[in-house]
C-alpha cells in the first residue's frame, strides 16, 4: 500500500507540529527556572531565535518531502500538531522531562559540585601547608630585613 506524497506531508508536519510544540514548551519550562532576571528579560530573543530555526528545519523538512512545495494544509497540519502536544502530550512530555532531568542532569551536577568543593579543599589544605611552611620565613623578613631596608632609605 503506497501513501501519497500528500498525505507523507501531512503526517511530517503533524509530526513537526508536536516537535515544535514540545521544543517551545520545554524552553518556555527551563528559561522560567533561572534563577537569573537578566537572562529572563531577553526570552522573547531566545524564543524568536528558535522559531526561527524550527521554522527552517519545518521548511526543510518540506524540502525533503515534498522537493519544497508548500501548500496550505501544511501549515494547518503543523498546527494541528502543535494543538495536539498541548491536548494530548504536554503532561506526559512534562513528566518524562522531570525524570531525564533528575536521573540524568542533576547527578551531572551533583558530581561536578562535589569535585569543585573537593578540588577548593585541595587548593585551601596546599595554601596552608605553604603558609605554615613560610610562616618562618616571612616573620624573619619582616623582623630583620624590613628594618634595614627602613634604615637604609
Known amino acids: 500500500m503506497m501513501m501519497s506524497a500528500q498525505l507523507i506531508s501531512i503526517l511530517v508536519m503533524f509530526i513537526s507540529g508536536v516537535a515544535v510544540g514540545a521544543i517551545i514548551d520545554c524552553i518556555r519550562i527551563n528559561v522560567n527556572r533561572i534563577p537569573l532576571k537578566n537572562i529572563r528579560r531577553i526570552t522573547w530573543i531566545l524564543?524568536?531565535?528558535?522559531w526561527?530555526?524550527?521554522g527552517v528545519t519545518t521548511f526543510y523538512l518540506l524540502?525533503?518531502?515534498k522537493g519544497g512545495q508548500w501548500r496550505v494544509v501544511d501549515p494547518l497540519a503543523q498546527i494541528a500538531g502543535i494543538a495536539t502536544y498541548e491536548l494530548l502530550f504536554q503532561k506526559i512530555i512534562r513528566f518524562i522531562g522531570r525524570v531525564c532531568i533528575n536521573l540524568f542532569v542533576k547527578p551531572v551536577f551533583f558530581i561536578g559540585h562535589v569535585v569543585v568543593?573537593?578540588?577548593k579543599s585541595i587548593i585551601k589544605l596546599l595554601m596552608g601547608i605553604v603558609l605554615f611552611i613560610c610562616r618562618p620565613f616571612i616573620k624573619f623578613f619582616k623582623k630583620y630585613l624590613l628594618k634595614n631596608f627602613k634604615t637604609q632609605q
Not at 524564543?47 to 528558535?50: A, D, K, L, N, R
Request: net charge neutral; glycine share 0%.
Open 47 to 50: 524564543e524568536w531565535i528558535v
Open 52 to 54: 526561527l530555526i524550527l
Open 63 to 65: 524540502f525533503l518531502v
Open 117 to 119: 568543593k573537593i578540588v
